[in-house]
């Protein structure tokens, strides 16, 4: 047996590159089956971040990568027509396509006269033509050149098959429309509709053949019709997102349990259940971290927990009369694309891994933890503890701890592997990724817990993460460092502006300045702060007193910033303001701009860059050796 090599931490050895870590990778983003073949896509950063469209293995549509900027973060970029193709956006100009099963390609929509000034999302297939939804920017951006402010106008539109005809209006009026869903003998036609200053979590209305039929009973989402004629809908108006049949204006359970049956859709069309052929429900109920999969029987039997491997779900949708397809992970797998018989509870794997799998002693396996934090709250995370299978720590040694704030912010840490948080423990180096206030996964109190509260109640929480572990001691509390992207990022620059806790920060693409946020963003998110901090101008001085770039004598601690240079969402202004201040009081600072990037780095290279960039100077900074061969990141000082 080989004797462990005695190595500080940070230090160790890893076979988890950042180059490794996109070399190949091609993980599934969305998932289809139909008639007979199965459909995916997979983002493939070896190809400028490109989604390929692939039916039963083969990459159809080469020429385009398959996505959709509708609320700017996209999602439902594709969906089947019922025979045998899909209809499908191509992110070089917005427009909608058809491309049927031997990649033969033809528009849906006109070629706008700006790239993506129409964009589309989020379609269903209705007899020969399509229902989805349309964002219109001709409006606001001939606004924009006079001066004037206006907002993209979103509808729901019924488009042609063929591409001939003018499309037809099926509703506008609202801010923001997701989920048209005609019934399956066409008859029917339901959708969700929501206005400024909700987001899709909050307040929604439930439509059904051009009347609100649901309303006033908070978030109520992700409609599907049944082949029974049933229409099923999640809401959260009992205080969990559970999975209710509507009947007039009327919800009757069909699931009830204190677990999440939906994700917040910061993205279209990422289904929690499905509605099989026979009526059988496949249903992803979340606790905390945790996903599990249910099955309800059409013959009123008690719901069944079927016993799978895996602890995440995502893309759930019917593949037969009793089987749906979904990209599963766990602590120890991957993202993959399955189709699982819920019947038995059998599987199959349609779409292994594309990246080599790595040694099992390598993996840190994350330990749910809860802890105390401010006004006699409990907040939860998952902790990563470094692990190797060769490699430990001299006695007495405890490893830093980089403390991981989740985007945002009504977002959650998932118990999946994740080779971006294994490439930090497999070098000595423990991770805990914090579930704060204002998380999914806990119930509505939980997540509606951060309202007013952003900036102050998850800055606490990944504080509290951060000093609980260091009092179980199980990290140094002298090598404490944060980072975050976007929301991520905010409670990251927060953290080193009002506390004197972590030694050093990264910071990808996180807001500064919540004023100029609120005046310069996307509509998706243009009210969006009215619920976490309050309304603007009104209350203008509680956005400056949670702004941290107006703090700036506050920072002691380095940091690295990292941004897109493209970013919409977080324009470039943010990190540079950041930057500046810093640099100004000499603190040590490294950023780095990546051209062409917007709200996350899609590109391989920048993938790479980014993660060794935040190594090295964390390694720099808190004076440890590195293993790895990578280049020295320039820190101004």
């Not at 929604?204 to 051009?210: A, H, I, Q, S």
């Not at 509870?345 to 802890?371: C, M, N, T, W």
Request: hydrophobic content about 40%; overall charge negative.
């Amino acid at each position: 047996m080989t004797q462990p090599t005695t190595l500080p931490y940070g230090s160790w050895p890893s076979p988890i590159s950042a180059q490794s870590m996109v070399a190949g990778a091609a993980l599934p983003v969305s998932l289809w089956g139909q008639k007979g073949r199965m459909w995916w896509t997979e983002s493939r950063p070896a190809e400028s971040g490109r989604n390929a469209l692939v039916c039963d293995g083969a990459d159809l549509w080469t020429s385009a990568s398959v996505r959709t900027r509708v609320h700017s973060y996209g999602g439902g970029a594709w969906w089947p027509d019922g025979a045998d193709g899909v209809y499908a956006c191509d992110d070089a100009d917005g427009r909608l396509w058809h491309v049927s099963s031997d990649g033969a390609a033809r528009p849906v929509t006109p070629e706008p006269s700006f790239a993506h000034g129409w964009r589309y999302a989020d379609g269903r297939a209705h007899g020969d033509a399509t229902v989805c939804v349309r964002e219109d920017h001709h409006a606001a951006r001939a606004a924009r050149q006079e001066g004037r402010t206006s907002e993209e106008a979103n509808q729901i539109v019924l488009l042609s098959g063929d591409g001939s005809g003018e499309p037809e209006i099926v509703a506008t009026g609202a801010d923001f429309y997701a989920w048209p869903r005609p019934s399956s003998d066409g008859q029917r036609l339901t959708w969700v509709q929501w206005n400024h200053p909700n987001m899709p979590w909050d307040h929604t209305e439930l439509w059904v053949d051009g009347q609100c039929a649901i309303s006033g009973m908070g978030s109520v989402v992700e409609p599907q019709w049944g082949p029974d004629g049933r229409l099923y809908v999640v809401s959260d108006h009992c205080g969990w997102w559970n999975l209710y049949c509507v009947e007039g204006s009327d919800l009757v359970p069909v699931l009830e349990m204190d677990a999440e049956m939906h994700r917040p859709a910061w993205v279209f069309d990422d289904p929690s259940y499905a509605v099989c052929g026979d009526s059988t429900v496949a249903v992803v109920a979340m606790r905390g971290s945790l996903a599990e999969l249910w099955r309800i029987s059409p013959d009123g039997a008690e719901p069944e927990l079927l016993e799978l491997p895996w602890t995440s779900y995502a893309s759930v949708r019917p593949v037969g009369p009793h089987a749906v397809c979904a990209i599963a992970a766990a602590p120890t797998q991957e993202p993959t694309a399955v189709r699982i018989d819920v019947a038995d509870g059998s599987f199959e794997v349609i779409r292994p891994p594309a990246r080599a799998a790595v040694v099992p002693e390598y993996l840190s396996r994350p330990r749910p933890i809860s802890f105390p934090t401010t006004d006699g709250a409990e907040a939860y995370g998952l902790h990563y503890p470094p692990a190797h299978p060769t490699a430990k720590a001299p006695l007495g040694e405890r490893p830093p701890l980089l403390v991981l704030g989740h985007g945002g912010p009504t977002g959650a840490a998932r118990s999946q592997l994740q080779l971006g948080i294994q490439y930090w423990t497999s070098r000595g180096i423990a991770v805990v990724d914090v579930n704060y206030r204002g998380s999914t996964g806990y119930g509505t109190a939980y997540r509606e817990a951060l309202q007013g509260q952003w900036g102050v109640s998850d800055v606490d929480d990944c504080v509290a993460a951060a000093r609980h572990l260091v009092r179980s001691g199980e990290v140094d509390g002298d090598r404490l460092i944060i980072r975050g992207s976007s929301a991520g990022g905010y409670t990251t620059l927060c953290a080193l502006a009002f506390h004197k806790v972590f030694a050093a920060g990264a910071s990808r693409y996180g807001i500064a300045d919540l004023a100029a946020l609120a005046t310069d963003t996307h509509k998706f998110e243009a009210r969006y702060m009215d619920t976490l901090v309050g309304l603007y101008p009104e209350e203008a001085e509680v956005y400056e007193a949670r702004s941290p770039i107006h703090f700036t004598d506050d920072f002691e601690a380095p940091m690295i910033v990292l941004q897109g240079s493209e970013d919409v969402v977080v324009p470039p202004n943010q990190a540079e303001m950041i930057v500046a201040a810093l640099e100004q009081r000499s603190i040590p600072v490294a950023y780095l701009l990546f051209e062409g990037e917007q709200h996350g780095f899609r590109r391989a290279e920048n993938i790479v860059a980014a993660l060794e960039a935040e190594l090295a100077f964390f390694a720099e900074i808190l004076g440890f050796d590195l293993a790895d061969d990578i280049p020295p990141v320039d820190i101004r000082r």
